[in-house]
């Protein structure tokens, strides 16, 4: 079936499936963390029920997601043996102890709090339970910092030496590996990009809720009822409460990070034009040298046949200003670059203008929601609170369009001008790697997908009064029915008693 096809694509379309799909996670799971620690450590300081209502509704999407996250990362790295041996043992004597530190920090940091995070809340106390998520949320950062490190010093290498088998092998001191000159910018842009990514999907929730709350409202005005009784709020029910709350949190973070996340994406792009320039001159879509001020093209169709950009918009000499704050700064083109090691441009045109395109989105989005919290209007423009929905999943696409554009804008090498992508390939069969292609696409969509309905689910059901705590239908034990010493006497929850009275009292259940 794959026999006429080339493995080396194969492998490249399997890497890019399966890392674009692990990113997701991620890319939620990073900025999640540090919302369920800000709204835990608002409870503590403030006492108010409705942020430890709205962290328990979190905390549920936050375990699925992460979850999603750990396996999808697990089966994307099998990878680096299977199609990609080559490189690993090339990079191994580098890249294998950076990925080791982020093991033995962040995954360890991790998997050490997060049962707690979780199931902790009535048996370790609260401050011991924030402490926890905290924990949580610093492990995310550490495990971006070193998976980031790996990946600029691919695009930037630098501390390194060749020894005689030929591997990369460190030169010096590792400070000057992990801190690689892109790595700054990257762990900045991305990390911001992440809470950006968190901020818009809880928007989305909130502005749903907001949506669902008022329509309700105008069902019962319509069938003449009067409205519900308020729920531990004196205005509001408690849903309606938590989804003004949330909403107000995730437009606070639009418009205050989305500018600053702009302003790194412009120094991110210029230290990418001073380490990788054809990157940028693919971006930019530059076929030719501008000598006298480069154009900012808007729109266009790439013509890689004839190195040109058809139906261009443009605007003149701005693309100087812009990479060098000089309008007649001169800018090379791709005309200065070997063909054989020139990347696609057409695909790098595009995913830097949807990712540009969607930071601005989000910027507009941001000022419209200080323009409503202004005239005192926030949770009552409703199509605000649409376009809130609309760029829900947004975030997610950015980063999805913007990996596209660090990744193919690194081609055709692994590691940036040393080590091509065609040297970095395991010797096998086309059928091999298509078989494991087809098959990942089917496991992913079915497991990944029933994963991302649940979620949807919960975010569709809203905070409810009471809301249930994750821990209410947490595993008391993992097998048998005797009580242990410590389990005696537990706490009523729902009506049930918890640990070993409820396994040997109701063993069937």
Same mark, same amino acid.
């Given at each position: 079936m794959f026999d006429s096809f080339d493995p080396l694509i194969l492998a490249r379309m399997q890497f890019a499936f399966t890392v674009s799909f692990h990113f997701i996670f991620p890319?939620?799971?990073?900025?999640?963390?540090?919302?369920?620690? *800000?709204? +835990?450590? !608002?409870?503590?300081?403030?006492?108010?029920? %409705?942020?430890?209502?709205?962290?328990?509704?979190? *905390? $549920?999407?936050?375990?699925?997601? =992460?979850?999603?996250?750990?396996?999808?990362?697990? &089966?994307?790295?099998?990878?680096?043996?299977?199609?990609?041996? &080559?490189?690993?043992?090339?990079?191994?004597?580098?890249?294998?102890?950076?990925m080791a530190y982020e093991v033995l920090t962040a995954f360890f940091l991790e998997a050490g709090f997060l049962g707690v995070m979780l199931f902790g809340m009535d048996r370790v106390g609260k $401050? !011991?339970?924030?402490?926890?998520?905290?924990?949580?949320?610093?492990?995310?950062?550490?495990?971006?910092?070193?998976?980031?490190?790996?990946?600029?010093?691919?695009?930037?290498?630098?501390?390194?030496?060749?020894?005689?088998?030929? +591997?990369?092998?460190?030169?010096?001191s590792w400070m000057t590996i992990i801190f690689n000159p892109s790595f700054p910018y990257? /762990?900045?842009?991305?990390?911001?990009?992440?809470?950006?990514?968190?901020? =818009?999907?809880?928007?989305?929730?909130?502005?749903?809720?907001?949506?669902?709350?008022?329509?309700?409202?105008?069902?019962?005005?319509?069938?003449g009822n009067d409205p519900p009784a308020a729920s531990a709020h004196p205005e509001l029910p408690r849903s309606e409460a938590a989804a003004r709350k949330m909403f107000s949190m995730a437009m606070w973070m639009a418009a205050i990070v989305a500018p600053i996340q702009i302003f790194a994406g412009d120094l991110h792009g210029i230290n990418t034009l001073e380490h990788q320039p054809a990157k940028v001159m693919a971006m930019e879509g530059?076929?030719?040298?501008?000598?006298?001020?480069?154009?900012l093209i808007l729109f266009g169709i790439p013509n890689a046949a004839a190195k040109r950009i058809d139906y261009?918009?443009?605007?003149? $000499?701005?693309?100087?200003?812009? /990479? $060098?704050?000089?309008?007649?700064?001169? %800018?090379?083109g791709l005309d200065t670059v070997a063909d054989d090691r020139e990347p696609p441009v057409a695909i790098l045109f595009w995913s830097f203008r949807i990712m540009v395109g969607i930071g601005f989105a989000m910027l507009g989005l941001g000022l419209w929601s200080l323009f409503a919290r202004f005239r005192k209007r926030l949770y009552d423009w409703p199509w605000l609170h649409r376009a809130a929905m609309v760029m829900g999943p947004s975030g997610f696409v950015a980063v999805i369009?913007?990996?596209?554009?660090?990744? &193919?804008?690194?081609?055709?090498?692994?590691?940036?001008?040393? /080590?091509?992508?065609?040297?970095?390939?395991?010797?096998?069969?086309a059928p091999a790697v298509g078989a494991s292609l087809v098959a990942f696409v089917v496991?992913?969509? *079915?497991?990944?997908?029933?994963?991302?309905?649940?979620?949807?689910? %919960?975010?569709?059901?809203?905070? +409810?009064?009471?809301?249930?705590?994750?821990?209410?239908?947490?595993?008391?034990?993992?097998?048998?029915?005797?009580?242990?010493?410590?389990?005696?006497g537990g706490r009523q929850r729902g009506g049930r008693s918890s640990g070993g009275q409820r396994g040997a009292l109701q063993p069937a259940e």
């Amino acid at each position: 079936m794959f026999d006429s096809f080339d493995p080396l694509i194969l492998a490249r379309m399997q890497f890019a499936f399966t890392v674009s799909f692990h990113f997701i996670f991620p890319a939620f799971s990073i900025g999640l963390a540090s919302f369920l620690a *800000v709204l +835990q450590g !608002l409870w503590l300081k403030t006492g108010k029920e %409705l942020y430890h209502d709205l962290f328990k509704f979190w *905390v $549920k999407i936050f375990a699925v997601a =992460f979850a999603m996250g750990v396996v999808s990362g697990i &089966v994307m790295s099998y990878q680096f043996g299977t199609n990609w041996s &080559v490189f690993s043992d090339r990079t191994g004597p580098i890249l294998g102890p950076l990925m080791a530190y982020e093991v033995l920090t962040a995954f360890f940091l991790e998997a050490g709090f997060l049962g707690v995070m979780l199931f902790g809340m009535d048996r370790v106390g609260k $401050k !011991l339970h924030f402490a926890a998520t905290c924990m949580v949320a610093i492990g995310t950062f550490i495990s971006a910092f070193w998976i980031l490190s790996v990946n600029s010093w691919m695009h930037t290498p630098v501390g390194y030496a060749m020894n005689d088998v030929g +591997q990369f092998v460190p030169a010096g001191s590792w400070m000057t590996i992990i801190f690689n000159p892109s790595f700054p910018y990257r /762990l900045f842009h991305t990390v911001t990009a992440a809470y950006l990514t968190t901020a =818009f999907v809880v928007g989305a929730v909130g502005g749903y809720q907001l949506l669902k709350a008022r329509a309700g409202k105008r069902r019962i005005e319509v069938e003449g009822n009067d409205p519900p009784a308020a729920s531990a709020h004196p205005e509001l029910p408690r849903s309606e409460a938590a989804a003004r709350k949330m909403f107000s949190m995730a437009m606070w973070m639009a418009a205050i990070v989305a500018p600053i996340q702009i302003f790194a994406g412009d120094l991110h792009g210029i230290n990418t034009l001073e380490h990788q320039p054809a990157k940028v001159m693919a971006m930019e879509g530059h076929y030719d040298s501008h000598p006298d001020g480069a154009p900012l093209i808007l729109f266009g169709i790439p013509n890689a046949a004839a190195k040109r950009i058809d139906y261009a918009v443009e605007i003149p $000499k701005v693309s100087s200003l812009i /990479l $060098k704050h000089d309008l007649n700064a001169p %800018l090379a083109g791709l005309d200065t670059v070997a063909d054989d090691r020139e990347p696609p441009v057409a695909i790098l045109f595009w995913s830097f203008r949807i990712m540009v395109g969607i930071g601005f989105a989000m910027l507009g989005l941001g000022l419209w929601s200080l323009f409503a919290r202004f005239r005192k209007r926030l949770y009552d423009w409703p199509w605000l609170h649409r376009a809130a929905m609309v760029m829900g999943p947004s975030g997610f696409v950015a980063v999805i369009a913007g990996w596209v554009t660090t990744e &193919v804008g690194r081609q055709p090498f692994t590691v940036y001008n040393l /080590l091509t992508t065609a040297d970095s390939v395991s010797p096998l069969a086309a059928p091999a790697v298509g078989a494991s292609l087809v098959a990942f696409v089917v496991v992913y969509f *079915v497991v990944f997908g029933f994963g991302t309905w649940y979620i949807l689910k %919960l975010m569709g059901k809203g905070v +409810q009064d009471n809301e249930p705590d994750i821990q209410d239908d947490a595993p008391i034990r993992s097998a048998g029915i005797t009580p242990g010493p410590t389990q005696q006497g537990g706490r009523q929850r729902g009506g049930r008693s918890s640990g070993g009275q409820r396994g040997a009292l109701q063993p069937a259940e």
